[in-house]
């Protein structure tokens, strides 16, 4: 495993948080919405993992009542099967317990099967699948864990 340093994310880290985001995504998050996150304090928690002064990975968390949901995650393709994807989710495990959450909650395309083996790793579970959720009317899945993960 590649140990990284998990941070908050800063303004100063939108345009790496961007290319990640083209990188990893058919359809990215836009730059304004990230810029508009990271400006306004009290919005979504955004976590990054940094190697070498480089941000590999990173990842986004709300929250609703008892509920945190994970609105986002992506890891650079070079930097895969490290378990830096698995860093950032302790991470954000541990802010969930903070806050004092029940369980996490996170949408995937029903496509992406790597994210659905990562996420069934950690003990997600499928809840209900959202017809026509994305942008492209790709079928999202709803996915739910108990709190604390069950991180390896
Ligand atoms: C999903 C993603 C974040 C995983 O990041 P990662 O840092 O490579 O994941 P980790 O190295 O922490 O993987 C932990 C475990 O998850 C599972 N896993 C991860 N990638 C996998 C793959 N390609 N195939 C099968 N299982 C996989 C494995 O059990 C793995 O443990 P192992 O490597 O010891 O076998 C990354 O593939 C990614 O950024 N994908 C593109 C963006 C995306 O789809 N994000 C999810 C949006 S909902």
Not at 94 to 119: G, P, Q
């Amino acid at each position: 495993m590649q140990i990284v340093d998990i941070d908050f994310c800063v303004p100063d880290d939108i345009r790496s948080l961007v290319e990640i985001e083209e990188v990893c995504f058919d359809i990215p998050w836009e730059e304004y919405m990230i810029e508009r996150d990271l400006n306004e304090p009290g919005n979504a928690i955004y976590l990054k993992a940094v190697i070498k002064g480089t941000i590999a990975g990173y990842g986004v968390l709300g929250r609703a009542d008892d509920t945190a949901h994970l609105m986002n995650l992506a890891v650079l393709p070079e930097y895969r099967r490290q378990g830096i994807a698995l860093q950032l989710m302790t991470a954000f495990g541990e802010i969930s317990e903070d806050w004092r959450c029940r369980r996490m909650c996170l949408e995937v395309r029903s496509s992406n099967n790597i994210a659905r083996d990562f996420y069934a790793s950690i003990g997600f579970v499928y809840l209900s699948r959202i017809k026509g959720y994305y942008v492209d009317r790709e079928d999202a899945l709803v996915l739910t864990a108990r709190l604390p993960l069950r991180i390896p």
